[in-house]
């Protein structure tokens, strides 16, 4: 009822927000219609996996017609659901049950994501969780939505976490319960942009555990894991095995940006931000993402994607 209410007065007023607010470009500044979106030259500058792609990991194939000597890297695993898995997923299977991401990893994907974390625009969430939602397959049955969990001392920095707030609009989206504490992280790890897969993955060993107080829902649940942005899996694996270990009986994976391999995250040009100049923003504090959405700081920054 109050909600209807809110929501009555928020149109009631929308012209007057207009006016006040007029509509822009969360990512570029340039003028737009309406709210809660993003201009045509960044929604162009979007990379969202198209097909042919991996089921698995949303790596782009190569198209068949185009070049049949890939074909030996394919594999039609799932010959019922037509899904496609990339030689990489072949050698190694993944733990989870197949990702969901909105978007590659790109310089576009790359600054809202930092608008949104480090520059606390978090109205850009419903525009992340429409695009997310957008990607995910039809999930039968109940699926749990858990957030990739932060360590309590990065929480208190940031002030929220991410993959919360994501994890919280894409189970009101779908009508799944939503389960923000299944999973937490009881020892801070080191920033992990410059390490490689092993290294990484042994840094993150029982870094992240199920709740306990949760575990029973966790037991026999399909789980529905929501991430920021996913680079070398590594976090992910770590949620994986914790979820895995309290019982889970399926998990995907739904996230925002997808970093296909770690050379792509290089250091893209900087975009100019139409709120660089508010005195509120202060995002240059944290160690694996010291970006700061406002300035063109090209030279300096993290070039590596934030895997936190
Ligand atoms: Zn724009
Ligand atoms: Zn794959």
Known sequence: ??????????????????????????????????????????????????????????????????????????????????????????????????????????????????AFKHGRRLGL???MVRLMVARLPALPGEWLVVPVPLHRWRLWQRGFNQSALLAGGIARALGQPLLVDGLHRPRATPPLGHLGRTQRAALLQGAVRANAARRAQIKGAQVLLVDDVMTSG????????????????????ACFARVIDDTQAIAPRAMPDPQAAEPTQNAGTETTGTQNTGTQNTGTENTMAPEA
């Not at 929501?7 to 007029?22: E, G, K, Q, S």
């Not at 042919?52 to 659901?81: M, N, V």
């Not at 994986?240 to 399926?250: T, V």
């Open 1 to 114: 009822m109050l909600k209807l209410g809110a929501m009555r007065w928020t149109r009631a007023l929308a012209p007057l927000i207009d006016v006040v607010f007029p509509p822009r470009c969360p990512l570029c500044g340039a003028p737009l219609a309406q709210h809660g979106g993003l201009c045509v030259a960044c929604w162009q500058g979007l990379s969202i996996p198209g097909d042919p792609c991996c089921s698995r990991c949303q790596r782009p194939l190569p198209d068949r017609s185009a070049d049949q000597g890939a074909e030996a890297a394919l594999a039609r695993a799932d010959a019922a659901q037509g899904a496609w898995i990339c030689a990489p997923c072949m050698a190694e299977p993944p733990r989870h049950h197949g990702i969901a991401a909105a978007t590659l990893y790109n310089d576009v994907s790359r600054h809202l994501v930092l």
């Open 234 to 253: 590594a976090t992910t694996d770590a949620c994986i095995a914790a979820l895995r270990k309290a019982g889970a009986r399926a998990v995907r994976i």
């Open 125 to 127: 969430a419903d525009l």
